[in-house]
T-cell receptor, first 112, second 112 residues
Framework: DAKTTQPPSMDCAEGRAANLPCNHSTISGNEYVYWYRQIHSQGPQYIIHGLKNNETNEMASLIITEDRKSSTLILPHATLRDTAVYYCIVRVASGNFNKFYFGSGTKLNVKP | KAGVTQTPRYLIKTRGQQVTLSCSPISGHRSVSWYQQTPGQGLQFLFEYFSETQRNKGNFPGRFSGRQFSNSRSEMNVSTLELGDSALYLC???????????FGQGTRLTVV
């Protein structure tokens, strides 16, 4: 699975959009980009994933660059409850047997 | 739909003892994987089970073992506990293991 690089921390004002970047310059054509978050001492929560097209669900939007070497997770209106560590993970579509490599992630601090 | 359920939520054991943790996956999910989370090492993959068979294993000593039952429920066992085994143990379920996984709240194990 390709490695990812994320900033260690970011701040965001409550009510504003939070844009979390992720670099995955060695991504292969059959690798998906996944985002999870972990609120303190809880289990990681699935947010969204995509292959090459931009994706949106009720939680967030995922923007993947055309060359697929980087992506951005967008939380459109951040709230205090969005304060968490956000993990960007790249992995192949099959044969990985429910295995995710969690790096250090980005600690998002949403401030009032 | 009920989420992933892990029991117990908290556990305190003494060095040298053994412990068994339980995970009930989301109904219909056949893949169950286990992770260990510590402040120093982050989230690390332990192993994955699918249809009662271990398909993948992380880099942990043989003191860590698991099994899966015909109803997809899974248990993990740690024998001869060491202080370093103190961690949050997380279970994640997925329909087949090749898509997004959903995590439980974890079991907080403290070894004294």
């Amino acid at each position: 699975d390709a490695k990812t690089t994320q900033p260690p921390s970011m701040d965001c004002a409550e009510g504003r959009a939070a844009n979390l970047p992720c670099n995955h310059s060695t991504i292969s054509g059959n690798e998906y980009v996944y985002w999870y978050r972990q609120i303190h001492s809880q289990g990681p929560q699935y947010i969204i994933h995509g292959l090459k097209n931009n994706e949106t669900n009720e939680m967030a939007s995922l923007i993947i660059t055309e060359d697929r070497k980087s992506s951005t997770l967008i939380l459109p209106h951040a709230t205090l409850r969005d304060t968490a560590v956000y993990y960007c993970i790249v992995r192949v579509a099959s044969g990985n047997f429910n295995k995710f490599y969690f790096g250090s992630g980005t600690k998002l601090n949403v401030k009032p | 739909k009920a989420g992933v359920t892990q029991t117990p939520r908290y556990l305190i054991k003494t060095r040298g003892q053994q412990v068994t943790l339980s995970c009930s996956p989301i109904s219909g999910h056949r893949s169950v994987s286990w992770y260990q989370q510590t402040p120093g090492q982050g989230l690390q993959f332990l192993f994955e089970y699918f249809s009662e068979t271990q398909r993948n294993k992380g880099n942990f000593p043989g003191r860590f073992s698991g099994r899966q039952f015909s109803n997809s429920r899974s248990e993990m066992n740690v024998s001869t506990l060491e202080l370093g085994d103190s961690a949050l143990y997380l279970c994640a379920s997925s329909p087949r293991g090749d898509t997004e996984a959903f995590f439980g709240q974890g079991t907080r194990l403290t070894v004294v």
